[in-house]
C-alpha cells in the first residue's frame, strides 16, 4: 500500500519532527586554534531541546566546539529519528538506516540571561512532558510499561543537563537549510519557507518510549504482522514498529518477497505505512486507535480461521 500525500507528513513536518522527538546530534564545528581555521571538523555528541522551532545546544565545557566558535561560527548539526533497543539493533543487522536530519547554520553562544531563559524553558519543557506521561490514558501507561524509559525517555535524558555537575555552554542554532535524508540514503533538500510554515508532530516527545514499548512486546509486535496479514494481504513473519505520527504510522515487516527464476521465495525487511481514518492529535488517541486495529485485527483472523 503506498500512502498518498494526506497520509503521510511533508518533509518540513517531518524534519520538525526528527528534531522534536530526539534529544541528542552530532554538532559539527570547523578546527580553531588562537591562529585561525584549520581545515579540520570537529565532530561531537551533544544534547539539545527545541522551543518555536529554535534549536538549543548544551556543549560541555571542555568540548572543542568552544573554542571552534569563537573562530568560525559556523557549524552543521546531524539528528536522526529514534531508532530504540530491538529496532536499533535490526536496522544494524539489515544496514539500514533510520530516517535524519542534517542541518547548517551558525552555532552562536548565548549570554548569561538568554541561557538562564534557555535553562527555565527546559525545565518547563520536561515537566510539561512528565505530566502528560503522568496523566495518560490506561492504553498509554501500557505500552509504555514495556520500554526502557531511561534510554528512551527524552525528558528523563535532558533532566541530566539541569541536575548534573558538569558545566556547559548554551548556544542557538540559526539554521540557514535543511537537508532531510530518508531511510533509503536518498537526500532532499527542504525549503526555510517550508520549515517555518509547518509545526512538528504532537507526538514526536514521546514518539522513542512508544516505538520501544511496542517493540519490546512480543503480544504487540504479534499485533503488527496480524496488520500485515490482515490489512495488507501480505504474509509476515515478523514486524517491528519503525515510526509514529499522528497520520498513522510506519512498520517494518519480514515479508514474502517475489518469485525467484526456481519459484523460491525468500523473506525481506520492507516499510509498510498504516495510516488513520482520522489524525491522532494526541498520545492518547493515537494509542487508543492502536488498541482499536490490534481488537480488529484480532477478529478478522478469528473468522478466517473459523474461530469467530
Not at 531508532?83 to 536530519?101: D, E, F
Not at 506521561?133 to 541530566?160: C, F, M, P
Not at 499485533?223 to 512498520?251: E, P, Q, W, Y
Request: hydrophobic share 35%; aromatic share 8%.
Amino acid at each position: 500500500m503506498r500512502a498518498n500525500k494526506t497520509t503521510v507528513l511533508t518533509l518540513a513536518e517531518k524534519c520538525k519532527s526528527i528534531l522534536a522527538s530526539n534529544w541528542q546530534g552530532n554538532l559539527n564545528t570547523i578546527k580553531a586554534d588562537a591562529k585561525g581555521s584549520k581545515e579540520g571538523i570537529h565532530t561531537s555528541k551533544v544534547k539539545y531541546f527545541v522551543k518555536r522551532g529554535k534549536a538549543y545546544i548544551w556543549v560541555p565545557e571542555k568540548d572543542l566546539h568552544n573554542m571552534n566558535t569563537i573562530i568560525d561560527e559556523r557549524g552543521s548539526f546531524a539528528v536522526t529519528s529514534p531508532y530504540p533497543g530491538p529496532l536499533g539493533k535490526l536496522l544494524t543487522s539489515i544496514k539500514k538506516l533510520p530516517a535524519r536530519v542534517a542541518l547548517s547554520g551558525d552555532v552562536l553562544p548565548l549570554g548569561d540571561e538568554k541561557a538562564e531563559l534557555a535553562a527555565e524553558s527546559l525545565r518547563d519543557t520536561i515537566l510539561s512532558e512528565r505530566k502528560a506521561t503522568k496523566e495518560s490514558a490506561y492504553s498509554v501507561s501500557g505500552i509504555l510499561s514495556s520500554a526502557n524509559l531511561g534510554s528512551t525517555s527524552r525528558s528523563e535524558n535532558l533532566q541530566d543537563l539541569l541536575d548534573g555537575n558538569e558545566q556547559y555552554t548554551i548556544y542557538k542554532f540559526n539554521m540557514s537549510s535543511y537537508m532531510y535524508i530518508d531511510g533509503d540514503g536518498s537526500t532532499h533538500e527542504v525549503e526555510l519557507e517550508n520549515i517555518e510554515a509547518s509545526k512538528a508532530d504532537p507526538l514526536s516527545p514521546f514518539s522513542a518510549s512508544l516505538i520501544d514499548g511496542i517493540n519490546q512486546s512480543d503480544v504487540r509486535r504479534r499485533a503488527l504482522v496480524l496488520f500485515c496479514i490482515t490489512r495488507l494481504n501480505r504474509h509476515a513473519k515478523d514486524a517491528f514498529m519503525l515510526s509514529i505520527d499522528r497520520k498513522g504510522f510506519d512498520v517494518l515487516g519480514m515479508v514474502l518477497g517475489p518469485a525467484k527464476a526456481d519459484g523460491s521465495r525468500e523473506y525481506q525487511w520492507k516499510d509498510f505505512r498504516f495510516p488513520f481514518i482520522e489524525e491522532a492529535r494526541d498520545v492518547d488517541t493515537f494509542c487508543q486507535r492502536l488498541v482499536e486495529m490490534e481488537e480488529e485485527a484480532l477478529k478478522k483472523i478469528k473468522t478466517f480461521s473459523g474461530l469467530g
